[in-house]
């Protein structure tokens, strides 16, 4: 009697979450994916006076990772890396010449690359994407081209498009720290599927608007696994936020615009309890890559790590992370090493679908860590490419920089270093000590670590030097 008790309680919560296949149905995905938010950002992760309940709450539920990387330290390459489980270099999408896409770029991801979403469809999943794609723009090259159901968001970064007359944006918020500009400034669209329907988008409601989507797009494929992917185009410059997060936060718009994103974390976590969906979604949370430091109050924090956007030091690289799945992830901090590129593998061993076999994939399968299977990472080094170029490589504790290089000319100018920098990341995570002279041997097993990932890639085409009418 008990057990047909359970059973028909089963079937009925089954049944109330919009499935009757709930014991064998795989999990749904949901990555939530931000733009030049800083490893010190976060409540959760140290951040004195920017208010994160909500990502507060999943860290502690879920799992929190403090070495946690990105496959670059600018927009495009870093999203690439995320969707195809690889290196940038290896396909095109990161290059020495231009080191994002613009709207005058007439390239994008290239076809041949297997994306997330691509693979999952294979299991029967619906896949939609809300929010900043980034990696083409123009109609052959948006999501719906590769692997996405639905897309709703703008195709590049948020200060693209800008139009001449008015105040310089830099200069302006050095002055004032909740200063916003006026929205004609940025001439940037939404796009709906392939097609334009707002120009120039009201981006004081995105933050709102993106979330809204997301809860409607969980709300109509909650009978069938899916994979969702949101990607805030904040607070990447300009600073926006909507009416109700304004003028609240005691970090000026910077805080209220990470306020809101985390306000809208809340509601998509609240809606898959309501939905009794909590326990059958594995929710990401993480960025593109570390702060836009040049502007300043309007730019976010590395926390105790070195430089940040654009740059390899770790504040470039390694970024907030939060893994939360209710009865499925082991709760706890979490130091051992992994990276977006892992994402892809990962997602495919919980979805029971076979990775891509013809490519060389750069990522790892971090499920029995996520599920307390396993203590250690698989992931046991990591490579810090820029442009076209191994920067640093990283091994276990040890990081060695044979090329240093600040972001976008405000410094350290480009150094080559006939010895490389040594740096324990962990007894020194701000890479302020180089011990290179104590540790030769270390040196040069990471010498020859670097010497083999360069081996190992093979000159692709750039995709991001291409441009209309050439």
């Given at each position: ?167 310089g944006y830099q200069k302006k918020g050095k002055e004032d720290p909740n200063y916003f500009a006026p929205i004609e400034q940025y001439q940037v669209p939404i796009i709906e599927g392939k097609n334009v329907i707002e120009r120039p988008a ?269």
């Amino acid at each position: 009697m008990k057990t047909t008790r359970k059973l028909l309680l089963t079937l009925l919560l089954a049944l109330l979450a919009g499935n009757t296949d709930a014991a064998t149905r795989p999990p749904n995905f949901i990555v939530i994916f931000c733009d030049d938010l800083g490893y010190g950002d976060l409540g959760t992760f140290g951040h004195p006076t920017i208010r994160t309940p909500n990502l507060d709450r999943m860290a502690s539920e879920g799992q929190k990772w403090t070495s946690f990387y990105v496959g670059a330290s600018v927009c495009t390459p870093s999203r690439a890396a995320l969707l195809t489980g690889r290196l940038p270099v290896r396909n095109g999408m990161m290059s020495a010449k231009r080191r994002v896409l613009f709207p005058d770029s007439s390239s994008g991801l290239p076809h041949a690359e297997i994306t997330i979403p691509e693979l999952l469809k294979e299991a029967g999943y619906a896949t939609g994407m809300v929010g900043k794609w980034h990696l083409g723009h123009l109609p052959d090259y948006l999501p719906t081209n590769h692997g996405f159901d639905s897309y709703w968001g703008i195709p590049y970064s948020n200060d693209m498009d800008a139009q001449q007359g008015f105040p310089g944006y830099q200069k302006k918020g050095k002055e004032d720290p909740n200063y916003f500009a006026p929205i004609e400034q940025y001439q940037v669209p939404i796009i709906e599927g392939k097609n334009v329907i707002e120009r120039p988008a009201d981006q004081h409601t995105l933050t709102g608007r993106y979330t809204d989507r997301a809860v409607e797009y969980i709300r109509a494929n909650r009978r069938k696994p899916f994979f969702l992917y949101i990607a805030h185009n904040l607070p990447h410059i300009p600073l926006y936020a909507g009416k109700d997060h304004l003028g609240k936060s005691r970090r000026g718009i910077y805080g209220d615009v990470i306020e809101e994103i985390d306000a809208g974390v809340g509601k998509i976590l609240s809606t898959l309890k309501e939905l009794n969906l909590d326990r059958r979604t594995l929710v990401v949370f993480t960025s593109d890559n570390g702060p836009w430091l040049p502007f300043e109050t309007h730019g976010g924090s590395a926390g105790l790590l070195r430089e940040g956007k654009g740059t390899t030091f770790e504040g470039g690289m390694r970024v907030p992370a939060i893994f939360w799945w209710p009865g499925q992830v082991a709760p706890g901090t979490q130091m051992e090493m992994g990276a977006t590129m892992d994402l892809l593998p990962t997602f495919c061993a919980l979805a029971d679908v076979k990775p891509p076999s013809d490519r060389k994939l750069d990522g790892y399968n971090l499920a029995p860590v996520l599920t307390g299977k396993a203590t250690e990472s698989p992931r046991k080094s990591m490579s810090f490419w820029r442009e076209s170029q191994l920067y640093a490589v990283r091994a276990g504790p040890w990081k060695a920089h044979f090329i240093t290089e600040g972001c976008y000319g405000i410094g350290p100018k480009k150094e080559v270093h006939e010895t490389p920098e040594l740096y324990h990341l962990e007894t020194d995570p701000s890479e302020k000590y180089n011990v290179a002279a104590l540790h030769p041997g270390v040196v040069e097993e990471l010498k020859t670590l670097a010497e083999g990932l360069r081996s190992a890639i093979e000159p692709a085409e750039d995709q991001l030097v291409k441009r209309i009418g050439d």
